[in-house]
Every structure is written in C-alpha cells, then in structure tokens.
Nanobody
Framework: QVQLVESGGGLVQPGGSLRLSCTAS????????IGWYREAPGKDREGVSC????????YYLESVKGRFTISRDNAKNMVYLQMNSLRPEDTAVYYC?????????????????????WGQGTQVTVSS
C-alpha cells in the first residue's frame, strides 16, 4: 500500500523559512516522480514543484522560483521542499504527490501517470 506522509508545516513570519518533508513507502515498482502541490482557501490546487525519479527534471511554479528548492534522497525514500523568503500568499495546505512523470505544462509543474498518490497535507501559514 503506497503511503505519502508530509511533515514540517507550521506558522512562520513573512521572510521566514520552512522545510517540508515527504516520506514515501509501499512503492513496489521502483521510484516515482514526486511533486508538491498547494491549495489555498478559495483557490484551486496548484502544482508548486516536482522532481523526476532520477532528478534530471526539476520544475517550479514561477512565483516560487529562486525561493523554493525541491530535493530527494532515494535511499531514504524522502523528498524535501525547502521554502525560503516566505510570503503571506504562500499560505496553503501543501500536499506531496507521486506519479510516473514530472512535467511542466505552461508555467505549472504537474505530475502525469497512470496512477497518482497523495498525502494528507500539511498546513503552512505565513503571517505576522
């Protein structure tokens, strides 16, 4: 059974940093592409960043470029999202997801595949 568990969310002041972690387990067919999505109140869920299985593709939402960094440690089945210079508009529930491919559609990173898997989400609140 595939499981994705996010951690690391919280309350931070504008300009601050957080590191989100995603622990993946239960994959029986090797590694997957992993992505981070977010959903703010009243808005659609949007792709924030994604990384391919072998890390040769990394994509970011335009508004987080230069501030967020995605990385993965396949030996530990972990994926991270380092978020710096946080802004109030980054406030959202952040979800970790897995599928076959990490691609960019227009300006938005998305995961594509036959199946996708989602974590429960972790709240990030940026406020003074």
């Amino acid at each position: 059974q595939v499981q994705l568990v996010e951690s690391g969310g919280g309350l931070v002041q504008p300009g601050g940093s957080l590191r989100l972690s995603c622990t993946a387990s239960g994959f029986t067919s090797g590694y997957y592409a992993i992505g981070w999505y977010r959903e703010a109140p009243g808005k659609d869920r949007e792709g924030v960043s994604c990384i391919s299985m072998n890390e040769d593709r990394l994509y970011y939402l335009e508004s987080v470029k230069g501030r967020f960094t995605i990385s993965r440690d396949n030996a530990k089945n972990m994926v991270y999202l380092q978020m710096n210079s946080l802004r109030p508009e980054d406030t959202a529930v952040y979800y970790c997801a897995a599928s076959d491919k990490c691609v960019i559609l227009g300006t938005t990173p998305v995961l594509l595949g036959r199946e996708d898997y989602w974590g429960q989400g972790t709240q990030v609140t940026v406020s003074s």
